[in-house]
């Protein structure tokens, strides 16, 4: 595969290496901190952007397309047509669903009440969720025991529930609630099911981001706006879409706020969020940091470059007199360039490895000390090594040149 000239070439400059170990290693130093600096400060961000997709992901995916009533009034008195207009309301869910049913998954539906709970074992206010459509899908839930509401649940607005983990231990603590019955502000429901535990530690010291969502008091939505309220028209606090493709998101939005105008008067009494767009957005910011790690392991292998050239240039003073013996024997200037450049990337490679090594260390080290799991992308291992070999031919093509253009008879006579 490679010539005996090439391998020759090979041989003879780890040979050069091994026999001035500090004169090589000062050389590789500045490459080992570069390629370090770069692949450490890529796994550390990486790592950081993988356990913020994990987190939503674990929230229902990043599929989503919210929408939240907002206010069109902030100051001064509304109009006679703001006042008239119904708000978010359930026909906008099922309107948006079926706008495209080939890009939309399903859509869930949320009206919260804030009311007294009680059971034989506690009495608590508590934030109840009326919930309806995919909405467990949508929010990433599961159930542990018992069973979902059913579409009879969700049409009649039956006096059902399903628990946290949370809610049970407080109201039921002896491990019974499924097929007990608890009382929802006035109405007493029945405990058809409880969620799965969510538990989530961005980091491990951190406590349980999903704490809150392990208190859910979860009932029809139907229930909330029929019972609780006496809502005729089902206002909503948020519709969620799920959707079948993220890259439709932005199209279906354009879609859906038409829609919306018109079901609402062509009043803009409501806000988009795109969880996807906001993650971008995310990530876009976390770029920044990238850049930064960039830079960082450009200025180390630029300053290792530079002082790789002035000990390259210094050991081919010590080296003129060999040179010159090889150009008087017929070796031409070219065979020179070759076998110093190739002295050259050999110290880089040798220089990227050590490096690579030490980067994975610092980037176990670093997100060990902050809590989160290691994820190292293989780009970055191909991205380090690649700019310092690059590096590494740049500042050899200085000594290299000139040691080929080096005159055999001044080579010979040089002291």
């Known amino acids: 595969?490679?010539?005996?000239?090439?391998?020759?070439?090979?041989?003879?400059?780890?040979?050069?290496?091994?026999?001035?170990?500090?004169?090589?290693?000062?050389?590789?130093?500045?490459?080992?901190?570069?390629?370090?600096?770069?692949?450490?400060?890529?796994?550390?961000?990486?790592?950081?952007?993988?356990r913020a997709d994990e987190l939503y992901v674990r929230l229902g995916?990043?599929?989503?397309?919210?929408?939240?009533?907002?206010?069109?009034?902030?100051?001064?008195?509304?109009?006679?047509?703001?006042?008239?207009?119904?708000?978010?309301?359930?026909?906008?869910?099922?309107?948006?669903?079926?706008l495209d049913s080939k890009l939309v998954a399903g859509a869930s539906v949320v009206k919260s009440a804030r009311t007294r709970v009680r059971s034989p074992y506690a009495d608590q206010e508590r934030q109840v969720s009326?919930?309806?459509?995919?909405?467990?899908?949508?929010?990433?839930?599961?159930?542990?025991?018992?069973?979902?509401?059913?579409?009879?649940?969700?049409?009649?607005?039956?006096?059902?529930?399903?628990?946290?983990?949370?809610?049970?231990?407080?109201?039921?603590?002896?491990?019974?609630?499924?097929?007990?019955?608890?009382?929802?502000?006035?109405?007493?429901?029945?405990?058809?099911?409880?969620?799965?535990?969510?538990?989530?530690?961005?980091?491990?010291?951190?406590?349980?981001?999903?704490?809150?969502?392990?208190r859910?008091?979860?009932?029809?939505?139907?229930?909330?706006?029929?019972?609780?309220?006496?809502?005729?028209?089902?206002?909503?606090?948020?519709?969620?879409?799920?959707?079948?493709?993220?890259d439709a998101i932005a199209a279906f939005s354009k879609e859906l706020s038409g829609l919306l105008k018109a079901n609402h008067r062509q009043q803009e009494d409501f806000r988009l969020d795109d969880v996807n767009a906001r993650m971008k957005k995310r990530r876009s910011q976390g770029d920044v940091y990238n850049i930064i790690f960039w830079l960082s392991g450009i200025l180390s292998i630029l300053g290792g470059g530079i002082v790789n050239v002035n000990i390259q240039m210094a050991s081919l003073k010590e080296r003129i007199r060999e040179v010159g013996v090889k150009m008087a024997i017929g070796a031409p200037g070219k065979e020179i360039f070759k076998e110093m450049m190739t002295e050259a990337l050999l110290v880089s490679g040798v220089g990227a490895a050590v490096g690579l090594v030490a980067g994975v260390g610092f980037s176990k080290v670093i997100t060990g000390a902050i809590g989160i799991p290691l994820y190292m992308d293989p780009k970055s291992f191909l991205f380090a090594f690649i700019l310092a070999t690059a590096f590494g031919f740049l500042f050899a093509l200085y000594p290299a040149f000139k040691a080929a253009r080096l005159s055999p008879m001044e080579a010979l006579h040089y002291e």
């Open 61 to 98: 995916g990043l599929d989503k397309l919210n929408v939240q009533p907002n206010p069109v009034v902030n100051d001064g008195r509304p109009t006679a047509l703001q006042t008239a207009n119904l708000g978010l309301r359930r026909q906008d869910s099922d309107d948006g669903r079926d």
């Open 130 to 214: 009326g919930i309806g459509g995919s909405y467990l899908a949508t929010e990433g839930y599961e159930i542990a025991q018992g069973r979902a509401f059913s579409s009879e649940d969700f049409t009649y607005g039956s006096p059902v529930a399903i628990l946290g983990t949370e809610t049970a231990n407080v109201f039921f603590p002896h491990g019974d609630a499924v097929g007990s019955t608890l009382r929802v502000g006035d109405v007493p429901v029945r405990v058809v099911g409880l969620f799965e535990e969510r538990v989530f530690r961005f980091r491990k010291s951190q406590g349980n981001r999903f704490a809150w969502r392990n």
């Open 216 to 246: 859910i008091v979860a009932v029809p939505a139907t229930l909330v706006t029929r019972r609780f309220e006496g809502d005729a028209y089902q206002r909503l606090d948020r519709v969620t879409f799920k959707m079948r493709n993220v």
């Open 1 to 50: 595969m490679f010539s005996g000239a090439f391998r020759e070439r090979v041989r003879n400059s780890w040979v050069e290496m091994r026999e001035n170990p500090a004169r090589s290693a000062l050389q590789a130093l500045g490459v080992i901190v570069g390629v370090a600096a770069v692949l450490g400060g890529f796994s550390i961000s990486d790592s950081q952007r993988r």
